[in-house]
């Protein structure tokens, strides 16, 4: 019986009588009770069609035997080649793919001795990476028809610019690259440059081709996909099937994208790993009211399998020490492991307090510290301060001050810098500065006019 099979049947006993008697106690079929049930009806019905979409895309493409699995691969691999090397003789991609390349050979940086180094300092690794693909070409134009590199003369820096593109697409299509490595250019490429890819026609139609290659890779190990998220389900307790499945078809892509027929092995086992990894990490950052770190996750799973294996093997529920003997970790390294576990989260409504009168909410610190009453008096008093000062400051040096100084109705509080009231302005700091200090001094002069002890300016 397969899981989708097993799964309708307990909905079935689930909605089916509760009468005590055996006959009524036999699961119905699923038209009776919704016959019986209206008000779950469309409940039932949404579960029945989501099973029978799964089933259906179980069926849907058969399982690839090992040749054609190889065959289809390696199609992909040429389609994901093709497309990064045309992508590599384009003018937008070639520093992306510099940069790329630099990182991949660490070139002039000491970790790979093979690697050739600068001649001079002031050369940028790009620089040497492409004069290294220039005269690698002319080399073969010398070696094959005679010709010194003298004779270019003065169109050597045409022909220098015209073949450096080709060069870099020959390297590229002979350097063993990782398909990741091809699938992150192309992706990145597509970021960078979409225009480039809707009008160039060569390279939509590689593009088309390579989804279609990747698709029909996806559609015949659906299978696979659904066997993980069965097996893994176990692992979410809010998370349903579609979720899981979901979170494994994304590792499921990060597969086809990274997969290398080349090394000889299966699909499957090399997307069993991203398929896992994938669903382990979803789970531990969306299943959770309470979110894990995944390292603590790995922990736990590593705890929990420890203590388990040393109970069946001495027959008992095995001590802390023991356990974390058999960890090869410390006791407040295990004792952080098992609060994570069971955590003990407290409300915020808890009352606390001799009559209890108080929340745990009520002492936890605001966004700021200032008193409410407090903060009520000091704002009517910088609202008459403001109506004195629209008497003697103009429009610009009036709104400098109230951005300045927290004073906008608005943002009331929020001071901003030189540098953010400049900025909103659309004038330099230096100016806001200027224009601040004329104000202060205009402003001390009216309120002493009055009678008021300018302070706080």
């Given at each position: 019986?397969?899981?989708?099979?097993?799964?309708?049947?307990?909905?079935?006993?689930?909605?089916?009588?509760?009468?005590?008697?055996?006959?009524?106690?036999k699961?119905k079929?699923?038209?009776?009770?919704?016959?019986?049930?209206?008000?779950?009806?469309?409940?039932?019905?949404?579960?029945l069609?989501?099973?029978?979409?799964?089933?259906?895309?179980n069926?849907?493409?058969?399982?690839?035997?090992?040749?054609?699995?190889?065959?289809?691969?390696?199609?992909?691999?040429?389609?994901?080649?093709?497309?990064?090397?045309?992508?590599?003789?384009?003018?937008?991609?070639?520093?992306?793919?510099?940069?790329?390349?630099?990182?991949?050979?660490?070139?002039?940086k000491?970790?790979?001795?093979?690697?050739?180094?600068?001649?001079?300092?002031?050369?940028?690794?790009?620089?040497?990476?492409?004069r290294?693909?220039?005269?690698?070409?002319i080399?073969?134009?010398?070696?094959?028809?005679?010709?010194?590199p003298?004779?270019?003369?003065?169109k050597?820096?045409?022909?220098?610019?015209?073949?450096?593109?080709?060069?870099?697409?020959?390297?590229?299509?002979?350097?063993?690259?990782t398909?990741?490595?091809?699938?992150?250019?192309?992706?990145?490429?597509?970021?960078?440059?979409?225009?480039?890819f809707?009008?160039?026609?060569?390279?939509?139609?590689?593009?088309?081709?390579l989804?279609?290659?990747?698709e029909?890779?996806?559609?015949?190990?659906?299978k696979?996909?659904?066997?993980?998220?069965?097996?893994?389900?176990?692992?979410?307790?809010k998370?349903?099937?579609e979720?899981?499945?979901?979170?494994?078809?994304?590792?499921?892509?990060?597969?086809?994208?990274r997969?290398?027929?080349r090394?000889?092995?299966?699909?499957?086992?090399?997307?069993?790993?991203?398929?896992?990894?994938?669903?382990?990490?979803a789970?531990?950052?969306?299943?959770?009211?309470?979110?894990v770190?995944?390292?603590?996750?790995?922990?736990i799973?590593?705890?929990?399998?420890s203590r388990?294996?040393?109970?069946k093997t001495?027959?008992?529920?095995?001590?802390?020490?023991?356990?974390?003997?058999?960890?090869?970790?410390?006791?407040?390294?295990?004792?952080?492991?098992?609060?994570?576990i069971?955590?003990?989260?407290v409300?915020?409504?808890?009352?606390?307090?001799?009559?209890?009168?108080?929340?745990?909410?009520?002492?936890?610190?605001?966004?700021?510290?200032?008193?409410?009453?407090t903060?009520a008096?000091?704002?009517?008093i910088?609202?008459?301060?403001?109506?004195l000062?629209?008497?003697?400051?103009?429009?610009?040096?009036?709104?400098?001050?109230?951005?300045?100084f927290?004073?906008?109705?608005?943002?009331?509080?929020?001071?901003?810098?030189?540098q953010?009231?400049?900025?909103?302005?659309?004038?330099?700091r230096?100016?806001?500065?200027?224009?601040?200090?004329k104000?202060?001094?205009?402003?001390?002069?009216a309120?002493?006019?009055?009678g008021?002890?300018?302070?706080?300016?």
């Amino acid at each position: 019986m397969t899981f989708i099979d097993s799964e309708i049947l307990k909905s079935e006993e689930k909605y089916s009588s509760r009468s005590r008697s055996h006959a009524a106690r036999k699961a119905k079929p699923y038209h009776a009770q919704i016959t019986q049930e209206p008000t779950n009806g469309q409940e039932h019905i949404g579960a029945l069609e989501e099973m029978v979409y799964f089933k259906k895309m179980n069926r849907a493409r058969p399982v690839l035997t090992r040749e054609q699995e190889q065959e289809l691969a390696n199609n992909l691999l040429g389609a994901k080649q093709k497309a990064f090397s045309y992508l590599a003789s384009k003018p937008e991609v070639r520093s992306q793919i510099y940069t790329h390349i630099e990182k991949s050979l660490h070139i002039g940086k000491g970790k790979n001795p093979k690697a050739r180094k600068p001649k001079a300092k002031k050369q940028s690794p790009s620089q040497v990476l492409e004069r290294r693909f220039e005269y690698s070409h002319i080399d073969d134009i010398v070696s094959e028809y005679g010709v010194s590199p003298a004779a270019f003369g003065k169109k050597y820096e045409r022909y220098k610019e015209h073949k450096a593109n080709y060069a870099l697409s020959r390297l590229v299509m002979n350097a063993s690259y990782t398909p990741g490595f091809q699938q992150y250019i192309i992706t990145e490429a597509e970021k960078a440059h979409p225009s480039l890819f809707k009008k160039d026609k060569q390279l939509a139609k590689s593009m088309a081709q390579l989804w279609q290659y990747k698709e029909d890779m996806f559609k015949h190990n659906i299978k696979l996909l659904i066997s993980m998220a069965k097996k893994n389900l176990f692992r979410a307790k809010k998370m349903g099937f579609e979720d899981i499945y979901q979170e494994g078809s994304i590792g499921m892509m990060k597969a086809i994208d990274r997969f290398d027929p080349r090394k000889g092995f299966k699909f499957s086992t090399y997307a069993l790993y991203w398929i896992k990894q994938s669903i382990t990490r979803a789970v531990a950052d969306k299943d959770s009211t309470i979110r894990v770190p995944v390292h603590m996750v790995e922990k736990i799973n590593r705890y929990k399998k420890s203590r388990d294996e040393q109970a069946k093997t001495f027959g008992r529920a095995p001590n802390d020490k023991e356990v974390a003997r058999a960890l090869g970790i410390g006791r407040h390294e295990l004792e952080s492991i098992k609060e994570t576990i069971n955590p003990h989260p407290v409300s915020l409504s808890l009352p606390i307090g001799p009559i209890q009168d108080t929340t745990l909410e009520d002492l936890l610190p605001g966004e700021t510290n200032e008193i409410p009453e407090t903060a009520a008096k000091a704002k009517m008093i910088f609202s008459k301060a403001i109506g004195l000062l629209s008497q003697s400051l103009s429009a610009k040096e009036l709104l400098v001050i109230k951005k300045r100084f927290g004073l906008e109705q608005e943002n009331y509080g929020m001071e901003k810098t030189l540098q953010e009231v400049g900025e909103d302005l659309g004038v330099t700091r230096e100016r806001i500065r200027q224009i601040e200090q004329k104000a202060l001094r205009k402003a001390r002069r009216a309120l002493e006019n009055k009678g008021l002890r300018p302070d706080f300016f």
